[in-house]
């Protein structure tokens, strides 16, 4: 008796929940139209939208155009009813955004400020924050959590961060992290969080592979709403796969790595550390940034194919260098194509769509996800 009343339950909140989300998607929808998409009768729809509205997440829109019959009420999702802030830690910069329940940017900032391991950091990364909210639509009570985007390897399970090269971190545990804010945390690595905000915005059903071409390179695997983590939370390290046998020196003391190929900075050190002047003097055919190009596709290229070949997925380009790729996107395609065994015509390589701050998106957006979860 007590398995099918829990069942109960369980089924009558994935109704619920089900219905809201479709209610999200749909931005504007009426009770009669839900009960048809969805294969709900009627009255499960009529009492699961009374509680939705009840309790704020939905609200009263007028009502449809009718095409005969009665008009119907139109439902909308209030998207305002909480919201979520998202991180993103770097060694230089911080990156805060404020998004709504349906994932819209309400407010981004990015500053300056280097990554220091010591408490007086986060200190002031919570005073930035907090002033970041003061001047926002937002109200302290509807904010659900802080999402935080770290680069280095969040091991969920022993709940610290576990080790990042770049930012000289070992064995931070989170809850140092979260003590510092005033809102509950929620942590996801970088190239995670920026997968994250590829997948879950465009209900990408499809598993695909996101390659992060920050100041460090990284990856994820995504899949059906979920990223892969790994036994050891490592899933996706790409920048630390050799590509040239006792080749340039990495960050991370190994040699040959391919971040020390494909890094954002192997570019923009050419340009005074600026990226968009890198591609801006590329289209203007200088010829030193011409020849750096060409290097730095040849070994994105061999990098691309390889993890390819073992996925068998489409391959997302993002970070810093993915979102200025749009122009040069068909001729990487080309590198690629000319090293796949299958003679495919890499179209499975796409640049991002998320550029501005994905990684506190994709961040603030597993807050979301979460709450959303629970509806
Ligand atoms: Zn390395």
């Known amino acids: 008796m007590a398995k099918s009343k829990i069942t109960n339950i369980e089924v009558k909140k994935n109704n619920r929940n089900r219905i809201y989300r479709y209610i999200c998607k749909c931005k504007t929808v009426s009770n009669p139209d839900i009960a048809y998409a969805l294969k709900l009768s009627l009255p499960t729809v009529l009492q699961n939208t009374k509680e939705l509205l009840e309790s704020g997440f939905i609200e009263e829109a007028g009502e449809l155009r009718s095409t005969g019959g009665r008009r119907a009420k139109a439902l909308s999702p209030a998207a305002g009813h909480r919201l979520a802030l998202g991180l993103d830690i770097t060694q230089n910069h911080i990156g805060m955004v404020l998004i709504n329940l349906l994932g819209d940017i309400l407010k981004y900032e990015r500053t300056d400020h280097p990554y220091r391991n010591e408490k007086e950091y986060l200190t002031e990364t919570s005073r930035r924050l907090e002033e970041f909210i003061e001047d926002s639509p937002a109200k302290r009570e509807r904010i659900l959590g802080l999402g935080i985007s770290f680069p280095g390897i969040v091991d969920l399970q022993k709940k610290v961060i576990s080790g990042s090269h770049v930012l000289d971190v070992k064995a ?128 994105l290229s061999i990098a691309v194919n390889n993890i390819h070949m073992v996925l068998d997925c489409d391959i997302i380009l993002g970070g810093y260098v993915g979102s200025c790729l749009e122009e040069q996107i068909e001729e990487i395609r080309k590198k690629i194509s000319a090293r796949n065994t299958f003679s495919e015509d890499a179209g499975f390589v796409k640049p991002c769509r998320y550029k501005t701050g994905a990684a506190a998106l994709g961040a603030a957006l597993q807050v979301v996800e979460t709450f959303i979860r629970q509806v």
């Open 172 to 299: 931070l545990p989170l809850s140092e992290i979260s003590e510092s804010f005033a809102y509950p945390c929620f942590f996801l690595n970088d190239a995670n969080a920026g997968a994250y905000a590829e997948g879950i915005r465009s209900g990408e059903t499809e598993p695909f592979f996101y390659l992060s071409l920050s100041n460090t390179v990284g990856g994820a695997v995504y899949q059906e709403g979920h990223l892969m983590q790994g036994k050891e939370f490592r899933c996706g390290e790409v920048g630390h796969m050799t590509v040239v046998p006792g080749g340039r020196l990495c960050y991370c003391k190994k040699s040959g790595c391919l971040d020390a190929y494909c890094s954002a900075r192997c570019l923009s050190d050419l340009t005074d550390k600026k990226l968009e002047d890198f591609f801006s003097g590329l289209r203007q055919g200088e010829q030193r940034l011409v020849d750096a190009w060409e290097e730095y596709t040849d070994y």
